[in-house]
């Protein structure tokens, strides 16, 4: 297993252009020392950073170790012993037990397979109107902003009951709070307009219900400001991180043109694709959690208290878990990847993200089949490593008319 107390002095701020789809080369090597190692905190705190697939599951599976917010100590920041409040009500990703279960419980049925399967008619159509409007206007287009953006964004918005009229100012504002190269001021009031135009579309839905999640929920003892906090939970976990699994998905078969093949030539395999891509993209990069006691961890004693950073996409190349994990494999059968982590705080939204996948990826590369980028791989811009999804700002691309 190698060395057990391997350090990790910083943490990292890019990835090599390179090998945009990788995890930082920090992370690859902390976990070639073994699946746990020792990480100082801003402030001098010490803490732990979790590698290692087996170990991370673990992790997430324990009750032990908290997702509380009011405990969590930020990995590069020191804001000299200030602590956070609690997550405010309804913002269950950052909640333990019994707080947790409130939240989520009431949209476990909301989110099933076959109700998220029977939209997939809707993605269907979405997807075909966004494709129409890049042949329309022709070649070259950015490739996040024409189709990976919009996809998502007009699902989760209808799933919430948002007016038409008001979805691209609402996806705007949403955008300028999940801006992690934003000044703190711009972060801080896009937040607050963001949780201000929720109240207001949680009063419409109490007033005049419709068809969405937002309406069901009020027939709940849920409160608004509980509801508010549910739809910026939804919000956040239904737009960004699959708009960047589209558009890196994308770049990466379109970097990989013996993958996009296999891709196109086996309409039966793209629920292996969308696993594969998944697994090797790990957009949703790393979490926090807290150990609320003393708790014995891979040979090592975790201290109440300690902070854990646990990086989902070093797991999921994890040599002990998957045979060639650098590779790009959409063929690949034995994938029990943890992109939408595990346990209580696994993603909610998974069913709706596959569905959109499933139905994305095959209807672009059907449709442009000379579709290319259009700039060399290495110029396209990576989002910051601080952001707390992986993914590309634009991706243009062009094909053949």
């Not at 902003?145 to 008001?166: F, H």
């Not at 007033?207 to 309406?215: C, F, K, M």
């Not at 296999?262 to 790393?286: F, I, M, N, Q």
Request: charge should be negative; include cysteine; aromatic fraction near 6%.
């Amino acid at each position: 297993m190698g060395d057990p107390l391997h350090t990790v002095t910083t943490l990292p701020t890019t990835r090599r252009p390179d090998r945009p789809f990788d995890p930082p080369a920090e992370f690859l090597e902390a976990r070639r020392h073994g699946p746990i190692s020792r990480y100082t905190f801003p402030g001098g705190v010490d803490g732990w950073l979790v590698t290692g697939y087996e170990l991370l599951k673990s992790v997430l599976a324990d009750p032990r170790f908290s997702s509380r917010r009011d405990l969590m100590r930020h990995p590069t920041v020191d804001y000299g012993g200030l602590t956070l409040p609690p997550a405010p009500p309804g913002e269950f990703l950052l909640m333990d037990e019994p707080r947790h279960g409130r939240y989520r419980k009431p949209l476990i049925s909301t989110f099933t397979v076959r109700r998220m399967r029977l939209l997939t008619e809707r993605v269907e159509e979405i997807t075909a109107e966004h494709l129409d409007a890049m042949a329309a206007a022709g070649p070259p287009a950015d490739l996040v902003s024409a189709y990976a953006k919009p996809i998502p964004a007009i699902m989760i918005c209808e799933l919430l009951g948002v007016p038409r009229q008001d979805r691209d100012s609402f996806q705007k504002q949403f955008e300028g709070f999940m801006d992690a190269e934003a000044d703190d001021e711009d972060t801080v009031a896009a937040y607050a307009t963001t949780r201000a135009r929720l109240a207001e579309l949680v009063a419409a839905k109490r007033a005049h219900p419709t068809d969405d999640v937002l309406s069901e929920l009020t027939d709940s003892d849920l409160t608004d400001e509980e509801l508010k906090g549910i739809a910026l939970v939804l919000l956040a976990a239904g737009l960004d991180t699959t708009a960047n699994m589209l558009a890196l998905g994308a770049f990466a078969l379109l970097r990989d043109p013996d993958q996009l093949a296999a891709l196109c030539a086996d309409p039966a395999g793209t629920d292996r694709a969308v696993e594969e891509l998944l697994r090797y993209l790990s957009v949703g990069k790393t979490f926090m959690r807290t150990a609320l006691e003393d708790v014995e961890l891979g040979g090592q004693t975790i201290r109440a208290g300690s902070p854990l950073i646990l990086s989902y996409n070093t797991a999921n190349r994890d040599p002990e878990q998957f045979a060639d994990p650098q590779v790009l494999d959409v063929r690949r059968r034995e994938n029990r990847h943890v992109a939408f982590g595990h346990g209580i705080h696994q993603c909610l939204g998974q069913q709706l993200a596959r569905v959109e996948m499933r139905v994305a990826f095959p209807a672009l590369f059907g449709r442009f089949p000379t579709l290319r980028l259009a700039v060399p791989a290495e110029e396209v811009a990576l989002r910051p490593e601080i952001s707390d999804i992986h993914g590309v700002k634009s991706l243009p691309v062009t094909w053949d008319v």
